[in-house]
């Protein structure tokens, strides 16, 4: 008896292991199924998301295999014009990549070979690909005619282009045109440049050159400069944030030089502009004041104003580009908020983003998505894309982005951009003398950065001429030409 109880037992004990042994098999079975699942529905989501990556990794030898019976779609400009497109050689049977105004469009459209820049990378995925209907495809396969890739339209404009490269010459710099109510860039030009339909046979020697000669270097979204009295814009800024009530009681007496802590700043040329309130200061672009100035700012502040201005933040833009940089905490010397105060010591930024914070200062405060595509669209002109104007931020307040265009104006009508003062439009603005030789002062930059006309700003000018000493004398020019082809056009 004892004996069939325990088989007993034994047969109960192993029936429960089989249903536990069951029970694992199937929870593991579950579990692989549905971590699978979860897998395919990731890299479903994720090949979408990423789709334009991963089709122009070098890894990835699909673009070779659409080239094969796709064309290169057109980029065209604002107005019209084709700025790259591509035939095939009837010799070779390979594609050719024209560039019709050579080396006028080199940074901002870029070149689609040797890795790509510019637009032609951005929306390589674009122009690779065709969406032309299935009837205008079979009418292509009858003509024995490779698919007509789908086109970029571009905010560029040719004339105003052509305006800022005349404008700059020959000399190194960079020059960036915008519509602060859209964020459409309307011309961006970088010096030197190069032809991009020569690029390929020229770029060993390119890489050869002088790092400083940076010639496939974006220098409006890639230039990294001290920004010099431009700067003064940001400081306005906060003093107006903390003084909303009294800054128009801001008064301060120049003597040509500053001294703090055995610290001393000057002002160009070591001039001296006397009795001065906050407007004044900002039209004399006087150093002396700014640095007073910036020393009686609230660090924590100011800190948290540039953090919004987007120094050392990304910036609302989908192509390559620098940080701006600044430093600024409580152990930052005198020294060094002095030189701040002024756009020098390690302070640095690019002209692109001297030209966003132009742009929300002319929009009273608000930041427009910079934007330079506007549409994506079939060869036979189906929209696929259209991108809008967005905002990016409020990065200002009303009455401030006002009270500093007053003081822009000022700047052209009494003081440092004077060259603009005598324009059928009026123009607004801030120079900048940048150092940016520390062993001697006389090496600057020549910065401009305003708008037109100022009461409805409908144009942004930022121009930044590489050792040309005055922003005054040097980059105002620059704008001027541009803002006249503008309000001629």
Avoid at 193 to 209: G, I, V
Avoid at 218 to 231: D, H, I
Avoid at 325 to 347: A, F, N, P, R, W
Wanted: proline share 3%; aromatic share 10%; glycine share 6%.
């Amino acid at each position: 008896m004892m004996r069939n109880d325990r088989l007993a037992e034994q047969s109960g004990r192993k029936q429960r292991e089989k249903r536990r042994m069951r029970r694992d098999i199937v929870f593991v079975q579950w579990f692989f199924i549905l971590l699978f699942f979860a897998m395919g529905i990731f890299l479903c989501t994720y090949s979408f998301r990423y789709k334009r990556e991963l089709f122009d990794n070098t890894y990835n030898s699909r673009e070779k295999k659409m080239l094969a019976k796709n064309i290169r779609g057109k980029i065209y400009s604002s107005d019209g014009q084709v700025l790259a497109q591509s035939i095939q050689d009837e010799s070779t049977g390979k594609q050719v990549r024209q560039y019709p105004y050579g080396n006028l469009f080199a940074q901002s459209v870029g070149y689609a070979v040797e890795g790509g820049s510019g637009i032609e990378l951005a929306y390589n995925y674009d122009l690779v690909n065709s969406d032309l209907s299935l009837q205008e495809k079979a009418d292509a396969d009858s003509r024995g005619e490779l698919y007509q890739g789908n086109a970029v339209y571009s905010t560029l404009d040719t004339r105003l282009q052509k305006a800022a490269s005349d404008a700059l010459g020959s000399r190194k710099g960079a020059v960036i045109v915008s519509d602060p109510k859209t964020g459409a860039i309307l011309a961006m030009v970088s010096k030197p440049d190069f032809d991009p339909e020569t690029l390929e046979d020229n770029w060993q020697r390119y890489l050869a050159e002088d790092p400083t000669v940076g010639r496939l270097l974006n220098r409006v979204t890639q230039g990294y400069y001290p920004p010099g009295s431009t700067f003064k814009i940001i400081d306005t800024i906060e003093y107006l944030k903390e003084h909303p009530d009294d800054w128009q009681n801001y008064s301060y007496t120049c003597t040509g030089d500053f001294i703090v802590d055995m610290e001393k700043i000057h002002c160009f040329h070591y001039e001296v502009h006397g009795q001065e309130n906050l407007l004044q200061s900002f039209a004399n672009s006087c150093n002396c004041s700014f640095a007073s100035l910036g020393l009686s700012l609230d660090r924590a502040s100011w800190s948290s104003t540039m953090k919004k201005l987007m120094f050392d933040e990304d910036l609302p833009y989908d192509l390559p580009y620098v940080k701006s940089h600044v430093s600024l905490d409580s152990t930052t010397s005198t020294k060094e908020v002095m030189q701040l105060s002024i756009g020098q010591g390690e302070t640095a930024m690019s002209p692109f983003h001297m030209n966003l914070i132009t742009n929300a200062v002319a929009d009273d405060g608000t930041l427009m998505k910079p934007r330079l595509v506007s549409a994506v669209k079939t060869a036979s002109g189906t929209a696929l894309e259209q991108y809008k104007a967005e905002q990016a931020g409020q990065l200002l307040d009303s009455q401030s982005a006002e009270e500093i265009r007053k003081m822009m104006r000022a700047v052209v009508t009494e003081g440092t951009a004077s060259k603009l003062a005598d324009a059928s439009y009026e123009a607004a603005g801030k120079t900048g003398s940048a150092e940016y030789d520390a062993n001697d002062e006389s090496k600057s930059h020549a910065w401009f950065t305003g708008m037109a006309p100022v009461d409805d700003p409908k144009i942004t000018v930022t121009v930044i001429v590489e050792g040309a000493g005055s922003g005054g004398d040097a980059a105002v020019p620059v704008a001027k030409e541009i803002f006249d082809a503008y309000f001629a056009m």
